[in-house]
């Protein structure tokens, strides 16, 4: 049995969270859940976004799925998901982009995941503010250690999964020295991996590439801000961020979770797409080595995505929440 992380999140995030528990559930998934919470929710309740209990949680159980957390724009608490991934060094944001069967999008026969450094770059918090000049200046602070962690870790997964290349996408043309320290490090990579095809493209090109061909991308590491954007347009290539999973890896911890928002305008409705949580889930699944599990859950939910009118309203079906979750669990 494996004891994980559960973190439903803000608005939407309940809801979702049910129908993920609800599907493992029924498919008797060895998983015994330890649910803690944070965001807007638990400041509303405590006064704490991210308490200590959720800390102490992540610590014990290594892992954990986690629901869409509201964090305040502009001013406040910094972002509770990049305090997460900062402090426990889940320098690898994963992100897979596949279009399924079903889902209508503008493209066919994509199948690329994005590794996306976590940790640093312009999302370091490095930060200053000259308030007599109104000069804002933000640090974009790239190390060779970071680097040289996200580039191996891109082509190991390649390797591991019979991926053929690996694409690096950057700015060193412009950022002479934060973008070439990255395109080093991912030079250095490729050597230890021969059979991967490497390949740099500047991070224009490869947004436009994205748009005129998206099929030719395998594996694609980038830094964190490239990456923040670049995984957001791979999602719009096959449907959009409620059928994308994500997961943020690192050497001791796992976090897997909905890459997107908390939605508070629909929460409550019974209105929300629980496929990107399932999918998150299905990666956490394939983490502790659950296969068999995740491939029979796969298998339900590729199905039920076939027959549109069993699919909430995004997808173009009239299904709510649980009733999508339930045409899932009818075909395990």
Same mark, same amino acid.
């Given at each position: 049995?494996?004891? +994980?992380?559960? @973190?439903?999140?803000?608005?939407?995030?309940?809801?979702i969270?049910?129908?993920?528990?609800?599907?493992?559930?029924?498919?008797? +998934?060895? %998983?015994?859940w330890?649910?803690?919470?944070?965001?807007q929710t638990?400041?509303?309740?405590?006064g704490?976004?991210?308490?200590?209990?959720?800390?102490?949680?992540?610590e014990?159980?290594k892992? /954990?799925?986690?629901g869409?957390?509201t964090?305040?724009?502009?001013?406040g608490?910094?972002?509770?998901?990049?305090t997460?991934?900062?402090?426990?060094? &889940?320098?690898?944001? %994963?992100?897979?982009?596949?279009?399924?069967?079903g889902v209508?999008?503008r493209?066919?026969?994509?199948?690329l995941?994005?590794?996306?450094?976590?940790?640093?770059? &312009?999302?370091?918090?490095?930060e200053?503010?000259?308030?007599?000049?109104?000069?804002?200046d933000?640090?974009n602070r @790239?190390t060779?250690?970071?680097?040289?962690?996200?580039?191996?870790a891109?082509?190991?997964?390649? /390797?591991?999964?019979?991926?053929?290349k690996?694409?690096?996408?950057?700015?060193?043309?412009?950022l002479?020295?934060?973008?070439?320290?990255?395109?080093?490090?991912? #030079?250095?990579?490729?050597t230890e !991996?021969?059979?991967?095809? !490497?390949?740099?493209?500047?991070?224009?090109?490869?947004?436009?590439? &994205?748009v005129?061909?998206?099929?030719q991308?395998?594996?694609?590491?980038?830094?964190?801000?490239?990456? $923040?954007?670049?995984?957001?347009?791979?999602a719009?290539? +096959?449907?959009?961020? *409620?059928? +994308?999973?994500?997961?943020?890896?690192?050497?001791?911890?796992a976090?897997?979770?909905? %890459?997107h928002?908390?939605?508070?305008d629909?929460?409550?409705?019974g209105?929300a797409?629980?496929?990107?949580?399932?999918r998150?889930?299905l990666?956490l699944?394939?983490?502790?080595?659950e296969?068999a #599990?995740?491939?029979?859950?796969?298998?339900?939910?590729?199905?039920?995505?076939?027959?549109?009118?069993?699919?909430? *309203? $995004?997808l173009?079906?009239?299904?709510?929440?649980?009733?999508?979750a339930?045409?899932?669990i009818?075909?395990l």
């Amino acid at each position: 049995m494996h004891v +994980v992380t559960l @973190i439903p999140g803000d608005g939407i995030g309940p809801e979702i969270t049910k129908a993920v528990t609800d599907i493992f559930s029924a498919a008797q +998934v060895p %998983v015994q859940w330890d649910e803690q919470n944070a965001g807007q929710t638990t400041f509303n309740q405590s006064g704490e976004l991210i308490p200590a209990a959720l800390l102490k949680s992540l610590e014990k159980n290594k892992v /954990a799925l986690k629901g869409p957390i509201t964090t305040p724009v502009g001013k406040g608490f910094r972002s509770i998901n990049v305090t997460l991934r900062q402090k426990y060094d &889940l320098y690898q944001n %994963v992100r897979p982009s596949k279009t399924t069967p079903g889902v209508h999008t503008r493209y066919e026969g994509i199948d690329l995941v994005l590794f996306r450094e976590n940790t640093e770059g &312009l999302y370091s918090g490095l930060e200053v503010y000259d308030e007599r000049l109104g000069i804002a200046d933000s640090f974009n602070r @790239i190390t060779m250690d970071g680097s040289r962690k996200i580039c191996r870790a891109a082509f190991a997964f390649a /390797a591991k999964h019979g991926r053929k290349k690996v694409t690096l996408a950057h700015k060193a043309n412009i950022l002479k020295m934060a973008g070439t320290l990255m395109l080093n490090a991912c #030079k250095e990579a490729a050597t230890e !991996f021969p059979q991967i095809v !490497f390949e740099d493209k500047i991070i224009d090109n490869m947004c436009m590439q &994205l748009v005129n061909k998206p099929e030719q991308f395998d594996v694609v590491v980038t830094t964190n801000l490239f990456g $923040d954007i670049l995984s957001d347009l791979c999602a719009g290539l +096959v449907g959009g961020l *409620g059928v +994308v999973a994500g997961a943020n890896i690192g050497d001791e911890m796992a976090v897997f979770e909905a %890459v997107h928002g908390s939605a508070p305008d629909i929460a409550g409705q019974g209105k929300a797409n629980p496929t990107a949580l399932l999918r998150s889930a299905l990666m956490l699944l394939r983490h502790l080595g659950e296969h068999a #599990k995740a491939n029979q859950i796969e298998h339900a939910l590729d199905a039920t995505l076939l027959r549109q009118e069993e699919c909430t *309203g $995004d997808l173009g079906g009239q299904a709510s929440t649980s009733q999508f979750a339930q045409h899932i669990i009818d075909k395990l």
